[in-house]
C-alpha cells in the first residue's frame, strides 16, 4: 500500500468512528460482500479430456513392492535433505 493509500484508509476509519456501531457493521457488510462477488474464480478450461489422462503415466513393468516404495522415498529424502 502506498503513503497515500494509507492516509486515505486513516482518513475514512477516523470519519466512521464517529458512526453508530450497527452502521460500521452494515458498511463492514457491504465492503465484505463486494470482494467476495469480485473474487469468484472461474475454473481453468480443461484441455484434455480425462479419459486422454488415463494410464498417461502407465509402464510396461509391475508396479512397486512397499519396500521399493520405502527406499525410494528414502533415496529422495537423503538427495534433497543430505545424510
Known sequence: MSAVDTSEMTDILNRIKTW????????????L????????IEPPPRKHPVSDLI??????G??????EVERIIEE?????YGG
Do not use: F, N, Y
Request: glycine letters at 2%.
Open 20 to 31: 453508530p456501531v450497527p452502521a460500521q457493521i452494515t458498511l463492514a457488510r457491504h465492503i
Open 33 to 40: 460482500e463486494s470482494i467476495e462477488r469480485k473474487s469468484v
Open 55 to 60: 494410464g498417461l503415466l502407465k509402464t510396461d
Open 62 to 67: 509391475p508396479p512397486p513392492t512397499d519396500e
Open 76 to 80: 529422495e529424502r537423503m538427495r534433497k
